[in-house]
């Protein structure tokens, strides 16, 4: 016949080497790793490179002298360019100076009107205009170009036009000259031909002539740039035949540019 028999796990007594070292070891007091190499592992896009200060301190001198260069280039770059714009204008300055030039004078001194129709819807007339042109410098001559234009108007219609001759004019001369000038195909409004009539009727028609002419200043041996002279010249006649008189006049040159 079998027995069996139970065992009963008891608690240690406590005096037991295994109870008294787990309490010595809670009172003992836990010391700093002892120093040495350790080894961290940090990811790469973590990691910030922080240069040493020399490295500042060079690029800071490094920026000093780019932009010192950069300036310096620039001021080159202007002395350069403006150097040949103050010796014009200087040399100017004394053209200007020992020639003291003066705007030539212009003036209309008889107009010749025909085929001049105010009672019709379309007019093709032509102009004869006797110009009296002075230069009255004393050391400048005019050179008159190629490709003048004279016009003639009347209320901001533009009625005819006409070429500038081109030739020379010399110092202290008066040139007196004619330049033809047609229109064709002008229509004018009736409120325009009305008002073109009435000033008929009270003999006083006013017309504005233009000039517009390209010429170069010529200084002893030197000639100049092409220069272009406008000029406007405020005419009243009588009446729109060839027997025109003149009753009023005056000329003005507006700007030599």
């Not at 212009?106 to 002075?134: D, M, R, W």
Request: glycine content about 6%.
């Amino acid at each position: 016949m079998l027995h069996e028999h139970h065992f009963s796990s008891s608690p240690e007594p406590p005096g037991s080497p295994c109870s008294s070292e787990s309490s010595i070891q809670n009172f003992i007091p836990k010391l700093p790793p002892s120093p040495g190499d350790y080894f961290v592992q940090v990811q790469k896009d973590r990691i910030f490179r922080v240069p040493p200060p020399q490295n500042s301190r060079r690029m800071a001198i490094y920026t000093r002298r780019a932009s010192s260069r950069r300036r310096r280039t620039c001021l080159r770059c202007l002395a350069w360019t403006a150097a040949p714009i103050l010796l014009l204008a200087a040399a100017l300055a004394v053209l200007y100076l020992l020639f003291l030039p003066q705007k030539p004078v212009y003036s209309i001194t008889a107009l010749s009107i025909a085929g001049f129709n105010a009672s019709s819807s379309s007019l093709s007339p032509t102009f004869l205009a006797t110009v009296h042109a002075e230069n009255p410098n004393q050391k400048i001559g005019l050179s008159y170009l190629n490709g003048g234009d004279v016009s003639v108007s009347f209320a901001g219609v533009s009625l005819c036009r006409g070429d500038w001759p081109a030739f020379f004019q010399g110092r202290r001369n008066l040139t007196l000259f004619q330049v033809p000038m047609t229109g064709a195909g002008i229509r004018l409004s009736s409120a325009m031909r009305q008002q073109l009539e009435a000033a008929q009727r009270r003999r006083e028609v006013a017309l504005l002539i233009g000039i517009k002419v390209p010429l170069r200043l010529k200084f002893g041996a030197v000639t100049s740039w092409t220069m272009t002279v406008n000029a406007r010249c405020h005419v009243t006649v009588d009446t729109l035949t060839a027997e025109s008189n003149i009753v009023t006049e005056s000329c003005q040159v507006k700007n030599v540019i």
